[in-house]
């Protein structure tokens, strides 16, 4: 059965990807519908949704029209929750291929710096470099890097360690091939499908941290995000409950469609085999 | 009287398997004090049968006609609570992996006090006492000792007495045994078995044991089940059908059992040496602060020659090192010391990366066929990767890797099909063709068969040994299965905790063992004894 | 003895952590713009230049780099965790008055976690492919995917504003001035929300874990024999099933310190809560980096300490492990 078959027959996955792809069109379509910037005034304060025409989500305190920043918000996540996954990648799938690879002192070594990264609270750390750096989509890139990369490095060390006493690896150092090329060809390519499933989830829980440091007021100053969206409608939530719970709706869609999709990867890319034995 | 009577039993399987019905119209009886062998290989439905006495079977297999019936009763169509109230009292059942067959945190003792809870039977002090009593009856020395112990504190073999102790704990007229001892080394087996006939014996037990071994079955069984896909295709008593078969398929079967008389031997000339190992040693562990309690000796002080054309067997039981000397030889593993000459060329004074282009002068095959072919690689790129990493171009590998896909009896189009799309068999002919691909003087085979059915076994010695007459290898040939070292090998040596104990040509070998060990493991091997006398107490 | 030697050797473990974390603080504020002193003294600080050359002084600023780390860890070792300039009180004070809430919620979170989500992960495995299973994985999936803020935001207005079942904020009735046990309850009414709320991502986590190892282990041979000895069918299920699935939970539950204390900002943001997560948040708001980076130690050293508890709970649980290995 092919890959994509078996992913079709999750039904949870392919509405995760539905979902996804609707925010992502959200996201590349929301200088479109929203062609003025979130943070202009465009109308009355505190509209409720759907009081007035075109103004669907309603406006904040300060009149800005809260549909349009849940679209432009969009752009945002996505672009940090992708960018800080690949850097937490490029940080800890190298450090978990030589850990569990070659064994011994790097091994050692590498896993009292990972063990190091995971023990420090990762939302303070996250909160104390972004205060300390100064709020930037850089120093939240960086921040968000910073504290996902451990789970990842364990994670490829446990697969190439398993990998590496597999036979046929062991085959290919017996055949004589060279220990750059058994780690590219027999072993990396065989943990590409828990990396992805894991790269999935990461994306979800860089988003879900992102929107928290902005809802702490960390956020880019320039952009408007989900979590500061929420975080400027706290003040107001008896009177205008719609300017924090709609920015919420879209990340729980968000957070959500990704870890659907991440387990329909799952499920498509390791089947349960039943052939093999008798 | 029969304890269980089977009959016209049939198994239904899911529309998804290759097949229809799991057993078919199965007809078994078993009468008190006997023992019973269904054998057959993976897949017969053996396994199934005993499961389904006991009602046990996995869902998607269910019972789609016949009956079984336990001193008259019948069972199929029981409910759950009455077959639970017949599971342990009227029939006990013992497993195959000693390892996973004990719930890991709970003791011992809790285990066996767990049967007479569920059945209220005895008070309290009875139960315990009970408990130590079992525990004697089944050979466990200190059995005050073990009652307190987890079951990670234990070897395989004492898990099995344990295992044993809980199944006859309420004395069940039926005791099944389910592949009892293939997870087991050879010595642990005989014990097992000795074990398992005097507690039927003692207690007049009807024994319904699953096996695959022909062995086994001339040890214990008074009478014999052979299954086929599902299908009985003999059944008689054991002398009879082991002596005097019927059936094809029975036949075929036996003749693959490899026999314990030796070949005549090969006559080599002079050949010269092909492999040379002086003095190899190899510890592991100790590499701890607090203490190095974990020290183990895989191999010390091994010596050994393999000339051209001959087949060296390396014999023992799990722990004996004889893995560890074959992935030392190889430098797979690394040895601590020790000379390792592969012709004229001294392998053990160089450095890995000195080492990887004489790579090709000794090869290996592996044991799981299963796990040593990269799934996502196909066949052919499997067999030309070798020589590619050695420098010859991908045309020119490809190539050969045909050559020999015909060479082990492969049609030459499998090079372009994945490995999963091959048997058992026909993937460990791969492993062949690819240890093959670099033209080596030695191969070093790892327990080539013992991951195979019976009968296709015989196929891949028999390849083996052909290959080795037309390429003229030394073979280094791993294995715990003294059967297959006794046809295959031209001389072996003996194993035990990391040294070699004894190295003979192999007729000598069998004729006069001069260790003690030597003639444990020979003494040791099921259906050596053909003409051992078998008490038998009718009931 | 074991057990002690196991404790004391991982109490100096967590002491080089601790060290090897004030050190990456050290290393941050020279990493920040600006010198490091203003960094330190923060917003407020900053403008009195007093106060900023008392820093410099403390801090050893025109001394070599590696008699500056000197100066800082022993001041950290000694529990000298700077001076807050707008708050015009040592920080470690500042950070020991709230201490105690923070780790009230946090415990009932933790606790109220692993038993909800351990029960739900039974009940998704015993009923598995029923209708019930469904709701409680997918309820799962649902409070896994929401942001913890949001979620205590809008019980906030649900279960406070809306329906006024539960007080808004704060840690307990002001004024009212109970004492006693009627204190006590007034405090778990406050709990309540900000509890369950921190616990609810972790509940989810927690059931997802135990369904899927109860799952796992229903196959396993240990439990087949179990079934052949003939013993009922809950008797299995408590001392066969769950109580092997439980293990690889509580390893999971030890890893999640870090998320819990982490959480706490937020939830103590949201409901007012006077534990250390506020302060952290006041202090952002403040630029006030000398309290920062004393409550990060501090969460710090909660979470190397919850870390080496839940190790000894484990270790006594599965008697697998050799305790002191």
């Known amino acids: ?200 989830l990461m994306v979800a829980s860089a988003i879900l941290l992102e929107s928290a440091l902005s809802f702490l007021g960390l956020g880019d100053p320039n952009m408007m995000t989900w979590g500061y969206m929420i975080g400027a409608g706290r003040t107001r939530l008896i009177a205008a409950w719609w300017i924090s719970f709609f920015p919420g709706v879209a990340i729980f869609l968000t957070v959500l469609a990704l870890n659907l999709v991440g387990e329909g990867l799952n499920d498509a890319l390791n089947p349960r085999l039943s052939q093999e034995g008798g | 009287m029969s304890v269980l009577v089977v009959e016209k ?106 049967t007479f809870e569920a059945h209220r039977a005895l008070d309290d002090r009875a139960r315990r006492r009970r408990t130590i009593e079992l525990l004697e009856e089944v050979g466990l020395p200190d059995p005050e000792h073990i009652a307190r112990a987890y079951p990670h504190e234990l070897s395989g073999g004492q898990r099995q007495r344990v295992m044993i102790a809980m199944a006859l704990a309420l004395e069940p007229k039926l005791l099944i045994a389910d592949e009892p001892t293939t997870a087991l080394d050879v010595t642990t087996q005989a014990q097992i078995l000795r074990l398992i006939d005097d507690l039927r014996r003692r207690h007049g037990t009807a024994v319904l044991f699953i096996t695959h071994d022909f062995g086994v079955v001339a040890e214990i069984a008074d009478h014999v089940a052979v299954l086929q896909n599902g299908i009985c295709v003999e059944q008689g008593p054991a002398e009879e059908v082991l002596q005097r078969p019927r059936h094809d398929y029975t036949k075929r079967l036996l003749a693959a059992v490899p026999s314990l008389i030796p070949p005549p031997p090969k006559v080599l000339g002079d050949a010269p040496d092909a492999l040379v190992v002086e003095g190899l040693n190899k510890t592991y562990g100790g590499r701890g602060f607090f203490g190095g309690s974990r020290r183990v000796v895989a191999a010390e002080d091994v010596t050994l020659t393999i000339r051209r054309g001959e087949t060296l067997g390396l014999v023992g039981e799990s722990g004996s090192g004889k893995s560890t000397v074959g992935r030392c030889i190889m430098r797979l593993t690394e040895p601590d010391g020790g000379l390792l000459r592969v012709g004229d060329l001294e392998i053990s004074a160089m450095s890995a990366r000195q080492f990887r282009p004489f790579r090709n002068r000794i090869q290996m095959v592996f044991q799981d066929p299963y796990a040593s072919l990269n799934p996502r690689r196909r066949v052919g790129r499997i067999i030309a990767e070798g020589p590619e990493a050695q420098g010859v171009s991908r045309r020119k590998a490809e190539e050969r890797a045909r050559e020999l896909l015909d060479l082990v009896g492969l049609s030459a189009n499998a090079a372009d099909r994945y490995p999963h799309e ?32 019976v009968s296709v076994q015989a196929q891949i010695l028999d390849l083996i040994q052909d290959l080795q007459k037309r390429l003229g290898l030394a073979i280094l040939f791993v294995t715990h299965d003294l059967r297959v070292a006794a046809q295959v090998c031209d001389r072996i040596a003996v194993m035990q905790r990391g040294r070699i104990v004894e190295l003979k040509p192999t007729a000598e070998l069998f004729a006069n063992p001069a260790h003690e060990y030597t003639q444990q493991l020979l003494a040791a091997v099921p259906g050596a004894g053909a003409s051992r006398a078998r008490d038998r107490t009718t009931a | 003895m074991h057990l002690l030697r196991f404790i004391g050797g991982r109490l100096i473990k967590g002491v080089i952590v601790l060290i090897a974390i004030a050190t990456l603080n050290f290393f941050l504020i020279r990493a920040a713009p600006g010198d490091p ?72 979170a933790f606790v109220f976690s692993l038993v909800l989500g351990v029960i739900l992960g039974v009940l998704a495995a015993r009923r598995a492919g029923k209708w019930s299973d469904s709701a409680i994985t997918t309820g799962a999936l649902f409070f896994y995917a929401m942001p913890l803020f949001w979620i205590a935001l809008m019980s906030q207005i649900i279960f406070s504003l809306w329906l006024g079942w539960l007080p808004n904020v704060g840690f307990e009735t002001i004024g009212a001035g109970y004492t006693g046990l009627r204190r006590a309850l007034d405090i778990g009414t406050h709990l309540i929300l900000p509890a369950t709320t921190l616990g609810l991502f972790f509940t989810a986590l927690y059931a997802r874990m135990m369904r899927a190892a109860m799952l796992e282990i229903s196959g396993a041979d240990f439990v087949k024999t179990a079934r052949a000895k003939g013993v009922h069918e809950g008797r299995i299920v408590r001392r066969h099933i769950a109580r092997n699935a439980i293990l ?20 103590e943001t949201v ?48 008697p697998r492990i050799e305790v002191g290995r």
């Open chain 1, 1 to 200: 059965m092919s890959f994509f078959k078996r992913f079709a027959r999750n039904k949870g996955a392919l509405i995760g990807l539905i979902i996804l792809l609707l925010v992502v069109l959200a996201a590349i379509l929301a200088p479109y519908f929203y062609p003025t910037s979130p943070w202009r005034m465009v109308t009355r304060p505190f509209l409720p949704p759907m009081a007035m025409d075109g103004y669907w989500l309603g406006t904040d305190a300060l009149g800005r029209d809260v549909a349009s920043g849940v679209m432009h918000g969009a752009r945002v996540s996505l672009l940090i929750g992708l960018v800080s996954t690949v850097t937490a990648l490029l940080i800890g799938v190298p450090i978990g291929a030589l850990a569990g690879y070659f064994g011994g002192l790097i091994d050692d070594a590498l896993m009292r710096f990972t063990e190091f990264f995971q023990t420090i609270p990762a939302f303070a750390l996250a909160i104390v470099i972004v205060a300390i750096l100064q709020p930037s989509l850089y120093s939240i890139v960086l921040a968000i890097a910073i504290v996902s990369w451990p789970p990842v490095a364990r994670l490829v060390r446990g697969e190439v360690l398993s990998l590496r006493s597999r036979e046929y690896v062991q085959a290919a150092v017996v055949i004589g091939q060279s220990t750059p090329r058994i780690i590219f060809t027999q072993v990396l390519p065989n943990t590409i499908a828990p990396i992805t499933v894991m790269a999935s």
């Open chain 2, 9 to 114: 039993l049939t198994l239904a399987l899911p529309s998804v398997a290759d097949r229809k019905h799991a057993v078919s119209n199965l007809d078994l009886a078993i009468a008190a004090g006997e023992t019973l062998c269904i054998v057959g290989e993976s897949g017969s439905g053996k396994s199934m049968t005993a499961h389904a006495v006991m009602g046990l079977l996995p869902k998607a297999v269910r019972p789609a006609g016949g009956s079984i019936k336990l001193a008259g009763r019948e069972l199929l169509g029981l409910d759950e609570e009455a077959m639970r109230s017949v599971r342990g009292r009227e029939i006990g059942m013992i497993f195959q992996e000693p390892m996973t067959s004990l719930n890991p945190v709970m003791r011992i003792s809790d285990q066996i006090l767990e």
């Open chain 2, 422 to 453: 091959f048997s058992g068999g026909q993937r460990q002919r791969i492993g062949i063709a690819r240890a093959l691909a670099l033209d080596p003087d030695v191969l070093v085979a790892d327990e080539p068969v013992s991951a195979l059915d």
């Open chain 3, 37 to 108: 002193a203003s960094v330190m003294a923060g917003e407020a600080g900053a403008a009195d230049a007093e106060f900023l050359r008392q820093l410099r002084e403390q801090f050893g600023l025109d001394r070599p780099l590696y008699e500056q780390l000197w100066i800082y860890l022993t001041d950290i070792l000694t529990l000298d965790l700077g001076f807050s300039y707008r708050q015009g009180r040592p920080v470690i004070e500042l950070i020991a008055d709230r201490l105690p809430a923070t780790l009230l919620l946090t415990g009932a």
């Open chain 3, 248 to 267: 690889p939970v509580v390893t999971l539950a030890g890893l999640q310190a870090g998320q819990i204390v982490g959480g706490a900002v937020l939830t």
């Open chain 3, 271 to 318: 409901f007012g809560w006077p534990g250390i997560g506020r302060l952290m948040f006041e202090a952002l708001a403040q630029r006030d980096y000398q309290v920062l980076l004393g409550v990060f130690f501090v969460s710090s050293a909660m979470v190397v300490l919850f870390n080496l508890i839940t190790d000894v709970v484990y270790r006594v649980a599965d």
